[in-house]
C-alpha cells in the first residue's frame, strides 16, 4: 500500500511529456466564445479570424468560425471551415459532431441559422 504514492510522480511526468496536458486556449479563442455566447457572432468572427492570422492551423477556430457561418447562413463558407478543422484534427470528436450535424441538415434540404447542438473548442 505504501509503494502506490510512489508511483504517482513516475506516472504524472510520463503523462506530462506524452503530451496529456490540457490545450492552451488563446486569449482571442477565449473571448471568440465569449462573444458567441453573448450572441454578438460578429465580434466572435474578428476574434476567430485573429487567432488563424496567426495560428492558421487552429483547428479550435476553424470549427468555432464554421459555427458562425451557420449561424449566419453561410452555408460553403461553413463546410469549409469544418473540412479544414478536420483536416487540421481528424480524431476530434466535437468537430466531427459538428460537421455530422451539419451535413445532415444539408441532405435533408433543411439549412437553418441554429446552432443547437454545436459546440465551440
Known sequence: MKRF?????????LCLSLGCRPPRVSPAL???????????WEEAVRHWQSVLEKEPRSAAAHN?????????????QAR???ETA??????NRI???NFARFKARQDAGRPDRGTAGRRLL
Not at 5 to 13: N, Q, T, V
Not at 67 to 73: H, L, P, Q
Open 86 to 91: 478536420l483536416g487540421f484534427d481528424p480524431g
Open 95 to 97: 468537430i466531427q459532431d
Open 80 to 82: 469549409k471551415e469544418y
Open 30 to 40: 477565449a473571448a471568440g466564445i465569449a462573444a458567441a455566447q453573448a450572441d454578438n
Open 64 to 76: 468555432n468560425l464554421a459555427v458562425a457561418f451557420e449561424k449566419r447562413g453561410a452555408w460553403e
Open 5 to 13: 504514492p510512489l508511483l504517482i510522480p513516475p506516472l504524472f511526468l
